[in-house]
């Protein structure tokens, strides 16, 4: 397939969805032309997927509503409509078992021949640097891994149009960059490159860009709550720990070895790039998996014999992708169900989850359905249905991924809380800010293994360990924005 780039203008273009009596989309105004890069940015719920489902065609052949304003979109050269390829926010869904087929699909159903599909697919997986994975099993791997995946599918068709959303959120740092300069190389190849994110960080200063707001509407600028800490990690009781821990998936990947502990009122930080094992590790401390060797203990009891049911009452675990935990069809309901589940009266259920859900800012959110909210509205009701339980062991997998700043910060002052309370929280995550603001101690892993346990204070200054697990990109040193020891450390 030819390198062609897409011509993109927008005038006055919104958006309703079906059903909705509030835009989603109002008035936005774009020029893009082919070979350029494009920034779609601002907070949760500002319209940035919902713009790109737009550019995709998504919207309204597949998703229904009401279109106003003027859309033009044709190919470089003939005119014709671009070939569009979209990366998902939500790297959960896939279509196939394997890595392989995943991949191939786009290809497949782009008309590629059958002799031309295998070549391909492999040299998308190589460009992407993941050839390992070719015959992996799409389940078992990480959300970072699946993220990779979705962009080897995207890149296959060599489209006219590249769509990123969100594409950085569950990638470590090192594989954040690879995304960004493959993107760029094919701006460089003709193509138009659009990527909408809510934060700026991999953004170079002067490039194009639409700052969106609460409404679907362009602006400059975004307001973002201030920041506070809580008092220092004064010592406390073994709350959850890992000796020797080992686990082996058939097809790749797991843990060897992992040597871990928790104390009451300590916030961990577990560290690693895409496919360390961070998740699989994280699963142990509930028993939705179960070691091959070595033990797990919580509030110092071997767990092997325990159902997953019975470490629930003292373990909350915050899935990476909340869908994977919500099921009711109103929130409410939702966040109160492992109270109702345990025989807590409706009342008093329901009451104990008003309070959580305000805490979380989603009060309003009670009688909604959660299938039917912002991923961002979806992350809170799924912690929210954690803390209600008053677990003493807190797990939270990526829980800043589908967050802007402001919710990201309302999650962390809730964590906050519960470490003054005695509860122990292991956070797994490869956000080194988040890291900063809420860690006592930072546990590294690497090649399966740990390959540092130290004060985060210590571990997130050192830039030769976070290079080593692509925490750091290679070229970070030169970036004052990424260096976290020097600059985000300061005033903790």
């Not at 919104?14 to 070979?35: K, N, Q």
């Not at 394997?98 to 997986?125: I, K, Q």
């Not at 099993?137 to 959300?143: A, E, I, K, V």
């Not at 220092?232 to 080992?246: F, I, N, S």
């Amino acid at each position: 397939m030819s390198a062609r780039g897409a011509s993109i203008h927008a005038d006055h273009l919104g958006f309703t969805y079906l059903g909705s009596r509030v835009p989603t989309l109002a008035a936005i105004t774009l020029e893009a032309a082919p070979g350029s890069e494009t920034w779609i940015t601002g907070p949760n719920a500002a319209g940035k997927s919902t713009l790109l489902a737009v550019f995709a065609g998504i919207i309204p052949t597949v998703i229904e509503g009401k279109v106003e304003g003027t859309l033009e979109m044709h190919a470089d050269a003939d005119g014709l409509p671009p070939v569009p390829a979209m990366v998902m926010q939500d790297a959960g869904v896939y279509l196939f078992r394997t890595v392989y087929d995943e991949v191939a699909f786009p290809l497949e159903n782009g008309g590629v021949s059958a002799a031309g599909v295998e070549p391909a697919v492999r040299a998308a997986l190589e460009l992407v640097g993941i050839s390992q994975l070719e015959g992996r099993l799409m389940h078992t791997l990480s959300g970072g891994e699946r993220q990779k995946v979705a962009v080897a599918a995207a890149l296959a068709v060599k489209p006219d149009l590249l769509l990123l959303d969100e594409p950085f959120e569950q990638l470590d740092p090192a594989s954040a960059d690879e995304v960004l300069a493959l993107a760029r190389a094919r701006v460089r190849e003709g193509a138009t490159v659009v990527i909408a994110t809510r934060e700026s960080e991999h953004m170079p200063e002067g490039a194009a860009r639409i700052h969106l707001v609460a409404g679907g509407r362009a602006a400059e600028t975004v307001s973002v709550a201030p920041a506070h800490t809580r008092a220092a990690y004064g010592g406390g009781d073994v709350v959850l720990e890992m000796r020797a821990v080992t686990h082996r998936f058939g097809s790749g990947g797991g843990v060897d070895g992992v040597d871990l502990v928790v104390h009451a009122g300590e916030a961990v930080a577990l560290l690693g790039p895409n496919g360390a094992g961070k998740t699989t590790l994280m699963k142990h401390a509930i028993g939705l998996l179960r070691p091959d060797s070595g033990t797990v203990l919580v509030l110092g009891e071997d767990i092997e014999r325990k159902p997953v049911w019975e470490l629930a009452r003292e373990v909350g675990l915050l899935f990476q992708n909340p869908d994977d935990q919500v099921f009711n069809r109103v929130v409410e309901t939702e966040v109160a169900w492992s109270l109702l589940a345990r025989g807590v009266t409706k009342s008093v259920a329901l009451e104990r989850a008003h309070a959580v859900m305000a805490e979380l800012g989603i009060g309003d959110l009670a009688q909604e359905n959660p299938h039917e909210i912002t991923a961002s509205q979806r992350q809170r009701v799924a912690f929210a249905s954690v803390l209600v339980a008053e677990p003493r062991v807190i797990i939270l997998d990526e829980p800043t991924k589908a967050l802007d700043a402001v919710a990201a910060e309302t999650l962390a002052a809730a964590v906050d809380r519960r470490l003054s309370d005695g509860a122990g929280v292991l956070l797994v995550t490869h956000d080194l800010r988040f890291a900063a603001r809420l860690a006592d101690r930072c546990v590294v892993l690497a090649d399966r293994k740990v390959v540092a346990d130290a004060p985060a204070r210590e571990v997130l200054a050192n830039e030769d360990i976070l290079r080593r697990v692509r925490l750091l990109p290679a070229t970070s040193s030169q970036d004052p924005k990424i260096n976290v020891g020097s600059r985000l450390l300061r005033s903790s």
